[in-house]
């Protein structure tokens, strides 16, 4: 068998493994066989056709964070304006000799390319690439952002997370609400205690939150 079909004839065997690593499908490979008698005489040749399918990359570990590295919807409720949300992610390509692309919609009108990420290794020659970029909202809403990288012969997958973003004194709101929910429900006096500093030490002196 003449495996890598470089015209030599280096695998033995009636029954042999064909590794499709080193093809970029999808494509048809006619791998040449030949067969020969043991006490000589020309030999017998044919090919056998091989289709070679193209696989998808596949995103994994797609993480979204704020500045702090709190993981959106996981650690931390929210984002705050005009402050770096971070998305990053692995990927994974079977097809070794695939080339990757990747965009960021992040929901607010702003699409990029990977071209423009702070970082991105395809997963050319190793299987495996990573990505990473940042983004700052400058309004509050709710954002629907979509990451999604494809191979060169069409394979693509994609990841989404919602973000919302709140202004530094929507988060102060949310935060004081937080604070009393948890004080009305504790029995501990310490730790309502405790809790009853945070939250003055939040508002400030006149409980508006004006000089917290």
């Given at each position: 068998w003449d495996l890598d079909v470089d015209g030599s004839f280096e695998t033995p065997g009636s029954a042999v493994t064909f590794n499709a690593n080193a093809f970029d499908g999808p494509s048809v490979v006619n791998v040449p066989a030949q067969a020969q008698h043991p006490s000589g005489g020309p030999a017998g040749q044919a090919t056998a056709k091989v289709t070679v399918r193209n696989v998808a990359p596949q995103l994994t570990q797609f993480r979204v964070t704020n500045s702090a590295g709190g993981q959106v919807n996981v650690d931390v409720?929210?984002?705050?304006?005009?402050v770096p949300v971070n998305v990053g992610a692995g990927f994974g390509d079977p097809g070794v000799l695939d080339h990757q692309a990747a965009t960021l919609a992040w929901g607010d009108g702003a699409v990029e390319a990977h071209t423009a990420f702070a970082a991105f290794d395809e997963a050319f020659g190793d299987a495996t690439g990573a990505l990473s970029h940042s983004h700052r909202y400058t309004a509050a809403g709710t954002y629907a952002l979509t990451l999604s990288v494809t191979d060169d012969d069409g394979g693509a997958?994609?990841?989404q997370a919602v973000v919302r973003v709140v202004t530094p004194e929507q988060a102060v709101t949310e935060i004081l609400a937080l604070l009393d929910a948890t004080i009305a429900g504790t029995t501990d006096n310490n730790?309502?205690?405790?809790?009853?500093k945070a939250r003055k030490a939040l508002v400030g002196s006149n409980d508006q939150g004006s000089s917290g």
């Open positions: 409720p929210f984002v705050l304006t005009n997958d994609n990841e730790v309502r205690r405790d809790l009853e």
